[in-house]
């Protein structure tokens, strides 16, 4: 089957750089947002999560920023590694319990 | 994958037959999900279930059904699958907080 892949925007870097996946997201009353990357061929992993009275959290690596006044997440990541390729995607809670997910952006790492 | 198993893992099938997928957690999780992952369009909700015997529709949920007969096992019927329903397919499960753990996926080709 066609690889969920195909038609993303893609981010290339070179190992050892630092990465910046951005995302827009749209309902502005959203208590969470969460980062998940997803390795080909297997199903999505959290990464790092934000709530909405934050603007910046910062993981092993990872730091995610938060700009409520024109509806952006970013997900930085130091260090690029090669292992860090996959596809980001980024969520917001839709409702109590569900969450609404971006399109994705998918990361290159070259060695 | 957080103790979330989904069966089968890849399954071809015709037109106008019937499919279930089945997710069973070990997590003892109250919430699970059934997304569909298609290019171009992202993780869509298709249903979730917060309790057993308690389901609720997602954004794409025309031409599935769900059960959950008990807390372990969340079933996806396909009634009569359609070449449109080709697509992988991922449970997730949640214990009422904004996480959620994605199982490793379905390949479901219908011909």
């Known amino acids: 089957g066609e690889s969920v892949g195909l038609h993303l925007p893609t981010l290339s870097v070179q190992e050892g750089d630092n990465s910046i996946i951005n995302c827009a997201y749209s309902?502005?009353?959203?208590?969470?947002f969460i980062w998940y990357k997803q390795e080909s061929g297997k199903g999505p992993q959290f990464i790092i999560d934000?709530?909405?009275?934050?603007d910046k959290r910062q993981g092993q690596r990872v730091t995610v920023l938060l700009n409520k006044t024109v509806k952006h997440l970013s997900l930085q990541i130091a260090a690029t590694q090669p292992g860090d390729s996959a596809v980001y995607f980024c969520?917001?809670?839709?409702?109590?319990?569900?969450?609404?997910f971006g399109k994705g952006t998918m990361l290159l790492v070259s060695p | 994958d957080a103790g979330i198993t989904q069966s089968p893992r890849h399954k071809v099938t015709e037109t106008g037959t019937p499919v279930t997928l089945r997710c069973h957690q070990t997590?003892?999780?109250?919430?699970m999900y059934w997304y569909r992952q298609d290019p171009g369009h992202g993780l869509r909700l298709i249903h979730y279930?917060?309790?057993?015997?308690?389901?609720d529709k997602g954004e794409v949920s025309d031409g599935y059904s769900v059960s959950r007969s008990k807390t372990e096992d969340f079933l996806l019927t396909l009634e009569s699958a359609t070449s449109s329903q080709t697509s992988v397919y991922f449970c997730?499960?949640?214990?009422?907080?904004?996480?959620?753990?994605f199982g490793p996926g379905t390949r479901l080709t219908v011909t």
């Open positions: 309902n502005s009353a959203s208590d969470y």
């Open positions: 997590e003892n999780h109250r919430y």
């Open positions: 934000i709530r909405s009275n934050m």
């Open positions: 997730a499960i949640s214990g009422g907080g904004h996480e959620q753990y």
């Open positions: 279930s917060y309790g057993v015997k308690d389901t």
């Open positions: 969520a917001e809670n839709s409702g109590y319990s569900t969450l609404t």
